[in-house]
Nanobody, 120 residues
Framework: QVQLVESGGGLVEAGGSLRLSCAAS????????MGWFRQTPEKGREFVAT????????DYAGSVKGRFTVSRDNAKNTVYLQMNSLKFEDTAVYLC?????????????WGQGTQVTVSS
């Protein structure tokens, strides 16, 4: 079955950095665009970043542009989110998701998430 497993979350001070990973299995990874989202009780789920199936296109939420970088390694079936200059308001559960390259807005598969906590 399809599994997306996030890792790399944790507690970090404001201004610090974290690198999240999402390892995929059970699907042909290079056939999928990948997205990162984050979720809090107050705001619900919001889009963070996305990357095309071959990595040549990315998009970011305005709140993270210039601070976060999404990348992927199709040989390792893994997508990454490098988060720099973290702010208190970046605190959330971060989830990765997979969307078929034929319809990259339709996220079919979701991970369970990894907690990121930024202390002010």
């Amino acid at each position: 079955q399809v599994q997306l497993v996030e890792s790399g979350g944790g507690l970090v001070e404001a201004g610090g950095s974290l690198r999240l990973s999402c390892a995929a299995s059970g699907l042909t990874f290079s056939n999928y665009a990948m997205g990162w989202f984050r979720q809090t009780p107050e705001k619900g789920r919001e889009f963070v970043a996305t990357i095309t199936w071959n990595g040549d296109g990315t998009d970011y939420a305005g709140s993270v542009k210039g601070r976060f970088t999404v990348s992927r390694d199709n040989a390792k079936n893994t997508v990454y989110l490098q988060m720099n200059s973290l702010k208190f308001e970046d605190t959330a559960v971060y989830l990765c998701a997979a969307a078929p390259k034929s319809d990259p807005s339709k996220y079919d598969w979701w991970g369970q998430g990894t907690q990121v906590t930024v202390s002010s």
